[in-house]
């Protein structure tokens, strides 16, 4: 018999730190579920993949997502046919080709995080490399100096864990972050309205598909979104990798002895544990799904996590097998709205895991820690490494 379930169990802290158990009771129920509040998730592989296809019903327009912006973060939350104009602009600026020059610099960053730290023989993992690196990496790509990072990381905390005790505060302090953004960003197109430089910033005001060029406006749009979807999310992937490697010492040594299995055990870590764990729609129509109506309106959780480890898909979903070839995965999400920023995503997890590995071949978990992630982006809140075998 089926195990039933609570939807007030999609905020139990326990699922967060172990979501494997959770995911299984969802998809046993069937491929769409009651979510909180009046929404629905939807949960098995299959529906997954046809909500992901169909724009023209699970809608990504601005009500799917609120965080307050005063307009659509663009591309995430234009629907087609508008989105592929942005698509056609953004696609070549970063596609594989273009990043890869970026690898030495990015090797060059990772090594002078681990400088930092080594002497010690430990770290807090997150403070010390996985939040700072790709605020770093994104500063050199924007061509801004690295030392307004300081700055940089409280703008962008400012958006994602603004400060204040009720719901007014709170917007108030993420609309004040997101004009000082808005603000630096101003500056810095401006510098180069008339003198472009090798960077993003330059790109984007250049940028044209048809006739069609980016509004300052727009550029701004884009630049906010790339702040909230290309920072946190690789630094909840390394830290999910690190603190998945930590725990098992037998796949930090598969990495250590063969470190060209890296990119497999990347696409492996990023199937198991889905860092972005659901992304949010919004029906554009009535609908249904796997027989459960859905009307106009209803918020629709799409759940990556639980598609990435359906069964009914997945040939040895629930084993974590850093060679699997091939991994279809949906960690980077699917269809028009497939991540902006993959290829840069992995090529930062390649040189991080790599250079980590051979400069740190040995770590594990500081005794007595007990690690605590969050619900939807899996972050970790602590994730202090002891550098040597326990
Ligand atoms: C491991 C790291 C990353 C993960 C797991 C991830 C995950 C995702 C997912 C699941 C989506 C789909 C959202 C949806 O369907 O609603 C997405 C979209 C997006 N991501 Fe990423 N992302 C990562 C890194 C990055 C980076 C580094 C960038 C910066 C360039 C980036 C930029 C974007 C953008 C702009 C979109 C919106 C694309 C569109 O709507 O057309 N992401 N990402």
Redesign the pocket.
Known sequence: MTDPFDPAEFTDPAHANDPHPFWRRLRDVGGVVPGLFGSVQVVRRGEVEFA?QHPEIFS?AMEAVDLGQKRPLI??Q?DPPD?VK??RL?DPI?APRQMAPLEDDITGLVNDLIDAFIGRGECEFGAEFAIPL?SAVFLRMMGMPLSDLEMFLSMKDGIIRPQGTTVEEVQAYQRRSAERIDAYFEQALEERADHRRDDLLSRFLDAEVAGDRLTEDEILGMCF??LL??LD??T??LECDLAYLASHPGARQAIVDDPAIIPSAIEEL?RWET??TT??RVAAADAELDGCPIAKGTRVG?G?GTANTDERAIPGADRVDLTRNPNRHL???G????????H??RL??RVALREWHRRIPEYHLAPGTELVYSPALRQIDRLPLVFGLP
């Open positions: 992901l990504s591309p995430l234009v989105h942005y698509r953004l970063f790709p979104l790339l979807a290309g999310t690789v909840d992937a990023l860092p972005v992304v949010g799409v990556l960690a980077f999400g269809g028009v709205h497939r991540c902006l920023g993959s840069l995503a930062e997890l």
